[in-house]
């Protein structure tokens, strides 16, 4: 009795604990069954919420980068790629003259489309990746108002938002600039200037830039105006006055 008690106590022990051990690994599987299940509902509703989330194009922001006219713009995003390659912007359905790509930031001189009397025009720019439309964004292209102006010393050419804001010098050059005017698509601006010694009919890009002689002549060459005298060589040869009208301004 005495040798059946102490086993009887340990029997009984290891049927105590086998059955708290059973208990112990049913509370620990149930434990078990409801993480995984926790989980579970996480995952699904993670992948719903990812299956119903609209999917569009990637947002792009389309900033001016000139404070005269929109002459030149960044277009802000990601996903563009390092390098150009097959890729381009277009306003409007016009392709933009890209100056800087990057992967998050392209630099574009804007096509400024046709701005009937000179107002802005909604336009919608697209970003074109490998041949692949891939993003779009909305803009408004303003054309500025050109003006002469001798606050420099010397008549120049400026330009301005229709505010009156962001006024910049075109022409930067001691000599006489003056008589701008726009061509039909806003791209370029023909002037005259004497900085070559005698009066010469110019044009430049619409940010001033490639500012190049179209008539280089010794003598004297400037627009046709009502009221004042031709050049000595005919006009009506002259690219530029293909975008400058021969009722234009008058003042000298
Ligand atoms: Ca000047
Ligand atoms: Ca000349």
Redesign the pocket.
Known sequence: MLILGPFTYTFLLWYCKSEWMEVAKEVEMKKRVALCGAVVIVLLLLAGCALFQPVGPPLITVIPTSGAVHTSANVLGSGFGETQGASSVTFHGVQAAVLLWSNTSITVRVPVIATPNGSPTATSVRVIVAGTPFASAQFTVVRGILFETNR?G????YVMNPDGSGQTNL????????FPCWSPDGTEIAFE?T?DGNNEIYVMDADGSDQTNLTNHPDGDWFSRAGRPTGQRSPSRLTAMAVCPSSGPSHR
């Open positions: 420099d010397n008549s120049e050419i022409t930067n050059n001691p000599a006489w600039d003056s200037s900085r």
